[in-house]
């Protein structure tokens, strides 16, 4: 598989991280193990976590899906790109998330211990975090990169505002900057590109986005008359998936989506990872699966060179979410 330069840094990544937010609730372990051994296999060597996953199962489940991690990267770190992340509620009490020196140290001895690891290559802040100023938390993450038990940051959900302000801060303070950012986007979620993703070009920033395909929307298999299923009726986080998804508008959408897809004679997950591929500000986009034959459409994806006429009718399919004139 092709790997890319993270940003503006020297480490490489592969064309497509596995993400893993579903394991331990939704995947089982052997199932989880099943997976990271197909993307491997693949050539996969960019696994992305997080200290709160396994999604939808509540502060109660944090930290079971890097456990799983950690077990099956025995014997195989130094073949792996690993990134994790911190900030989203991990415990009850008020300090047990955020972004502020207290949680970011213990956070970080803790997702270490859970993957057995001595260091993380990419530790992302998961969230903004209102009641920590940036320079406490740039400081926090500059003395883990010091320490080596941090590689390199970056932010996940952050506006384009203050990822830009997060840099300011760092080079004017001499800090470690955020190499790498994690947004939601998808052929059904564009919005970042108006700013985000230009300032990621502009300054550098590996773009590594998750939802590519807005949930399991974009495989197709889903029928707007059922019941919503998946990822979008399983634990604490279905909710927040419908409310992003499951509207007629998007159903709409990806049924023109199929449409094309069937002329170009691609299954519509492969076309709208390839899509996402095309992006020139995109490093790697964060796929989740829940059983290791549906990484099958993903690699064919890494194939493909869509032609300009295709990316064109994409484009206009979807300009809505793009511009922000969609209903929702």
């Given at each position: 598989?092709?790997?890319r330069r993270?940003?503006?840094t020297g480490?490489?990544?592969?064309?497509l991280?596995?993400?893993?937010?579903?394991?331990?609730?939704?995947?089982?372990?052997?199932t989880?193990?099943?997976?990271?051994d197909?993307a491997?296999?693949?050539?996969?060597?960019?696994?992305?976590?997080?200290?709160?996953?396994p999604l939808?199962?509540?502060?109660?489940?944090?930290?079971?899906?890097?456990?799983?991690v950690g077990?099956?990267?025995n014997?195989?770190?130094?073949d792996?790109?690993?990134?994790?992340?911190?900030a989203?509620?991990?415990g009850?009490?008020?300090?047990?998330?955020?972004?502020?020196r207290?949680?970011?140290v213990?956070?970080?001895?803790?997702?270490?211990?859970?993957l057995?690891?001595?260091y993380?290559?990419?530790?992302?802040?998961?969230n903004?975090?209102p009641h920590?100023p940036?320079?406490?938390?740039l400081?926090a993450l500059?003395?883990?990169v010091?320490?080596g038990?941090v590689?390199?940051t970056g932010?996940?959900?952050l506006q384009?505002y203050?990822?830009?302000?997060a840099?300011?801060?760092s080079?004017?303070l001499?800090?470690?900057?955020?190499?790498?950012t994690?947004?939601r986007?998808s052929?059904?979620?564009r919005q970042?590109?108006?700013d985000?993703?230009?300032l990621?070009?502009?300054?550098?920033?590996?773009?590594m986005?998750?939802?590519?395909?807005?949930?399991g929307?974009l495989?197709?298999?889903?029928?707007?008359?059922?019941?919503p299923?998946?990822?979008?009726?399983?634990?604490?986080?279905?909710?927040?998936?419908?409310?992003?998804?499951?509207?007629?508008?998007m159903?709409?959408?990806?049924?023109?989506l199929?449409a094309?897809?069937?002329?170009?004679?691609l299954?519509l997950?492969?076309?709208?990872l390839?899509w996402?591929?095309?992006?020139?500000?995109i490093?790697?986009?964060?796929?989740?699966?829940?059983d290791?034959?549906?990484l099958?459409?993903?690699?064919?994806?890494?194939?493909?060179?869509?032609?300009?006429?295709?990316?064109?009718?994409?484009?206009?399919s979807?300009r809505?979410y793009r511009?922000?004139?969609?209903?929702?």
């Amino acid at each position: 598989m092709e790997h890319r330069r993270l940003g503006r840094t020297g480490l490489r990544v592969s064309r497509l991280c596995l993400g893993t937010m579903n394991f331990g609730l939704r995947n089982d372990e052997e199932t989880s193990r099943a997976i990271l051994d197909r993307a491997f296999e693949g050539g996969i060597t960019f696994i992305d976590t997080a200290d709160m996953y396994p999604l939808g199962g509540g502060t109660e489940t944090s930290g079971r899906t890097e456990e799983i991690v950690g077990r099956w990267l025995n014997g195989k770190r130094e073949d792996v790109v690993l990134a994790t992340k911190f900030a989203a509620p991990v415990g009850v009490n008020p300090w047990d998330r955020g972004a502020s020196r207290r949680h970011i140290v213990r956070a970080v001895e803790a997702s270490l211990r859970r993957l057995d690891t001595d260091y993380i290559d990419l530790y992302l802040q998961h969230n903004h975090d209102p009641h920590t100023p940036v320079d406490e938390t740039l400081a926090a993450l500059d003395d883990l990169v010091r320490s080596g038990k941090v590689l390199y940051t970056g932010c996940s959900n952050l506006q384009a505002y203050r990822v830009a302000r997060a840099i300011g801060r760092s080079e004017t303070l001499g800090l470690a900057r955020f190499d790498a950012t994690q947004p939601r986007h998808s052929l059904l979620f564009r919005q970042l590109e108006r700013d985000l993703l230009p300032l990621c070009e502009e300054e550098g920033l590996g773009v590594m986005p998750y939802n590519p395909l807005a949930g399991g929307l974009l495989s197709g298999r889903h029928d707007r008359a059922q019941k919503p299923s998946g990822r979008f009726d399983l634990g604490t986080a279905a909710a927040r998936y419908r409310d992003r998804y499951w509207h007629q508008e998007m159903f709409d959408t990806v049924e023109k989506l199929a449409a094309l897809a069937g002329e170009a004679d691609l299954a519509l997950p492969t076309l709208a990872l390839a899509w996402s591929l095309a992006q020139p500000a995109i490093t790697a986009p964060v796929i989740g699966v829940s059983d290791p034959g549906q990484l099958d459409a993903a690699f064919a994806a890494t194939e493909l060179s869509l032609p300009q006429d295709l990316l064109d009718r994409l484009d206009e399919s979807t300009r809505q979410y793009r511009f922000g004139d969609s209903a929702l």
